[in-house]
């Protein structure tokens, strides 16, 4: 064997991740809520960039072309002729959520207005504030008499006597410690006792749909019984919920794109409320053209490369998102005619395919996005769903939710069809779906199985 060293001359081919790469793919991937934090760390760090119409002397693109500083254009020009600004249409509407949103009174405001109302002395106010903040937001007691008692070095029976107080307040349920006691508050007035023994005795089975069982125990009819359980369940089980006030439940979704309908066509608008509109500002640029001292000149020229890398790459992300969109509103504008009903199965590798990206690109462009069509807002990756064989084609799982949930909906609620009923019909329709694929279906559907369906 001979050992030697040799000088070679090889050619490859490498995907080398730039820093700008770096910087389009991770833009790409942010949500909205994530892009417009990211764009304002960048103008914090940068000052060459600057929200559109903040510049002292904001000029338009045209007067910038017009510039007799020839080295100025050929520099944008090096950059793609990307705009310093992405397109806007000024006919369309900007709308911001704040302008929508009014003041609500939480669970607890309310409380303490009644609570103000009543006339206590000042250990029982005490001991009623105590209570009230320590409801959650459904509306249940979160500590005990007990507990109360010892931090308020307050006796048990004072206790409970100012907890009966804060009950008999609105909504009614409030202030119970389960769910048992929180439904006999609300029954409190009626006069017929065996709605409380059915509370109080049989909850197990009205969740199991037990009704004969519960006829049987009452010596009722199975009818009787049944009005029971139908007035029980219109109780509220949670009466702190419709108390939103306190803000922490409150969340608006801002679509990154629209689909609207317009004279019979379906067009697509990128939302650019969702990433600032940036410019260069207009005095750091003055000072690059006029030259100056070395080291401000090499600055401000490194601020305003990475300023255009970051301006090219929101236009890119904003074109990815409209190529994006457009391909799946091809595939799925059936949906958008008749509803989920007519979603056709859809994968991300028919999206890449169909715009020439790469998945992994469809995978990013996708996720945490939303878009508003005259159905409603919906996650992206709503419209990527798995598909069953049917007689036509290929059937989405979530057009066969949708059927399954009508057959439901139309079923003899005295007869309610069984997981392999509906299996059966489907396959008559055309979509081969097993039993056990309808049960699951159903559980996500949150549909209870035929025998808790069933009405007497």
């Known amino acids: 064997m001979r050992l030697n060293y040799d000088l070679t001359l090889e050619q490859s081919q490498k995907l080398i991740m730039t820093p700008e790469l770096r910087q389009a793919i991770q833009l790409l991937q942010y ?6 934090s990211y764009l304002k760390r960048e103008m914090e760090e940068n ?21 007799k500083d020839i080295d100025w254009k050929e520099f944008l020009e090096s950059y793609d002729d990307i705009s310093y600004r992405s397109e806007v249409d000024r006919n369309r509407k900007e709308y911001s959520f704040e302008n929508f949103v009014s003041y609500t009174p939480s669970l607890k405001d309310y409380l303490i207005e009644q609570l103000n109302m009543i006339s206590l002395d000042a ?8 209570i009230i903040q320590n409801i959650n937001s459904n509306g249940y007691l979160d500590s005990t008499v007990v507990e109360i008692s010892s931090q ?56 199991s ?7 049987k125990e009452l010596d009722i009819s199975i009818q009787k019984a049944q009005e029971y359980v139908d007035f029980i369940k219109c109780l509220e089980p949670k009466p702190g919920r419709t108390f939103r006030g306190d803000g922490d439940d409150t969340r608006y979704i801002t679509p990154d794109a629209s689909i609207e309908e ?18 260069i500002n207009q005095y750091y640029k003055s000072l690059l053209k006029d030259g100056g001292d070395v080291e401000t000149t090499e600055f401000l020229q490194e601020k305003l490369n990475s300023a255009m890398w970051l301006i090219k790459s929101i236009e890119q992300r904003r074109q990815t998102l409209y190529k994006v969109v457009e391909s799946i509103l091809k595939y799925q504008k059936e949906f958008l005619i008749h509803g989920e009903k007519r979603l056709v199965p859809l994968t991300l590798k028919d999206v890449a395919e169909d715009i020439e990206m790469h998945e992994s690109t469809i995978s990013r462009a996708t996720s945490g996005k939303y ?15 798995t598909g069953l064989s049917g007689k036509s084609g290929e059937v989405s799982a979530t057009s066969v939710k949708s059927i399954i949930k009508g057959i439901v909906d139309g079923e003899d609620q005295k007869k309610p069809l069984s997981d392999q009923v509906i299996s059966n019909i489907l ?30």
Do not use: W
């Open 427 to 456: 396959k008559e329709r055309g979509m081969e779906v097993s039993r056990r694929t309808v049960a699951k279906y159903r559980d996500e559907l949150k549909i209870p199985s035929s025998s808790r369906r069933r009405r007497f």
């Open 123 to 130: 250990a029982e106010y005490r001991i009623a504030d105590y």
């Open 47 to 67: 000052p060459l960039l600057e929200l559109e119409g903040t510049s002292e002397d904001n000029q338009s693109m045209e007067t910038l072309k017009d510039e």
């Open 209 to 215: 749909n037990k009704i004969a069982s519960i006829a």
């Open 371 to 385: 878009v508003q069509t005259p159905r409603g807002v919906f996650e992206l990756k709503y419209f990527f769903t």
């Open 262 to 279: 317009i004279d019979g066509e379906y067009v697509i608008f990128i939302n650019d409320v969702t990433g600032p509109r940036l410019n």
């Open 152 to 207: 308020l070095h307050a006796s048990e029976e004072e206790v409970e006597a100012v907890l009966t107080v804060i009950q008999s307040f609105e909504p009614y349920g409030v202030g119970a410690r389960s769910l048992k006691e929180c439904l006999l508050i609300q029954v409190r007035d009626e006069k017929d006792f065996l709605i409380k023994r059915v509370i109080n005795d049989h909850l197990e089975d009205i969740a």
């Open 31 to 36: 949500t909205s809520l994530e892009l417009n």
